[in-house]
């Protein structure tokens, strides 16, 4: 049963992946099998210890709900899927930016409007980008690979990805690269926001709509105004994610490769079941004082559902080049109702709390 709290309690689950790692080591009849079971123990010792972490940081959904009829209108496929086609080239400032010469590279920050710009709050709609290339000029990108790099959950910042990724890149390939900031992330966190913890259950699915479509519009300007001679967009875990969904929404006009790296199927399983599930503000998302944590987590799962990307080898759609991606056509579970009288469905605008009860019936989700 989840606790208040939503983690795993008392530091257990540490001891027993420790316990797991040894015994691991110790009975495996061959080495490989030794390797992959050290692997999915020191895994579950990870996962463990992350939950305890979560305790004291700032939690995710801590001012509720927000605006689920937003919600619920951004995380229909066929929203997205209207606005990727529309998307433009981003208008990139390459020419205005300063450059820092860092090693056999050069870097520049750079920022645009939004093209989610109406589903973001103000402070987020400046999008903010750092370009990685060989010379302090847009020029230097023309005829060579270019490659997107989105960040996975909690990646604040542009050094890490730079130094870890686009410095191998560069030397070891020639693949210049773009490192883009997430919606409430860095400087495009909201006024009194903590940490990267989302504010509200909103913000799942607006998060997911500016990463996806400020992808897009940077790959398109790497591709018709930079001049680049292939475009693709990766990403770990979280990025992996929002990369995969950029080739399955993206216009067959935009020939796009992706490297989705140990994707996430969406935010559902590890804020709701797994390593993420401390970092949630349970008590704020129930519906009444006393409510089970059981229905609480229930209602949570089946809203972040909809975001939901299902691996499993199907079609290739869009105009990405994506392995063994496709997006999930069931319904959405739905929602556990509160126990008093359920709320009408949330539309656009709807006050925190309104429509919990049900999505609108026969569209495709994510």
């Given amino acids: 049963m989840l606790s208040d709290r939503g983690g795993s309690g008392p530091p257990w689950g540490l001891l027993v992946a420790a316990a797991l790692i040894i015994l691991a080591i110790r009975r495996s009849p ?24 979560a305790h004291g940081s700032p939690k995710n959904a801590h001012a509720g709900y927000g605006d689920l009829g937003l919600f619920l209108e951004v995380s229909e496929m066929s929203w997205l899927l209207g606005r990727a086609r529309s998307v433009l080239a981003a208008p990139l400032p390459v020419g205005e930016a300063r450059w820092t010469r860092e090693g056999a590279l050069h870097h520049a920050e750079v920022a645009f409007t939004s093209p989610a710009a109406d589903v973001l709050e103000p402070e987020c709609r400046s999008a903010r980008a750092q370009v990685v290339a060989p010379r302090p000029d847009a020029a230097s990108l023309r005829g060579r690979p270019v490659v997107v790099l989105l960040g996975a959950t909690g990646e604040e910042g542009f050094a890490g990805r730079r130094r870890q990724l686009s410095r191998a890149l560069l030397s070891g390939h020639g693949v210049a690269s773009v490192i883009l900031e997430n919606p409430f992330y860095g400087p495009r966190r909201l006024p009194g926001q903590r940490g990267t913890a989302l504010p509200k259950v909103q913000h799942f699915a607006t998060q997911t709509a ?6 897009l519009a940077v790959a398109r300007w790497a591709s018709e105004v930079a001049g680049a001679s292939a475009v693709g967009v990766a ?18 006009s935009l020939d796009l490769f992706v490297a989705a790296v140990a994707p996430s ?10 390593v993420l ?26 809203l972040l559902s909809r975001l939901r990307v299902e691996m499993d080898g199907g079609e290739r759609r869009g105009g990405g080049r994506v392995a063994y991606v496709q997006v999930r056509g069931a319904r959405v579970p739905r929602p556990v109702p509160p126990p008093s009288t359920p709320p009408p469905l949330a539309r656009r605008g709807s006050p925190p709390g309104a429509g919990l009860t049900r999505g609108p019936p026969g569209a495709a989700r994510r």
């Fill in 265 to 274: 199927h969406g935010p559902g399983p590890p804020f709701c079941e797994g």
């Fill in 277 to 302: 599930r401390g970092s949630v503000a349970w008590p704020a998302l129930r519906s009444a004082p006393g409510e089970p944590p059981e229905v609480t987590r229930a209602r949570l799962s089946g």
């Fill in 30 to 53: 061959s080495a490989r099998d030794r390797v992959w079971n050290v692997y999915s123990a020191a895994l579950g010792l990870l996962d463990a210890g992350y939950s305890l972490l």
């Fill in 235 to 252: 990403g770990f875990s979280y990025g992996g994610a929002m990369a995969a969904l950029c080739g399955l929404v993206c216009p067959a």
């Fill in 210 to 215: 500016g990463v996806v479509l400020e992808a």
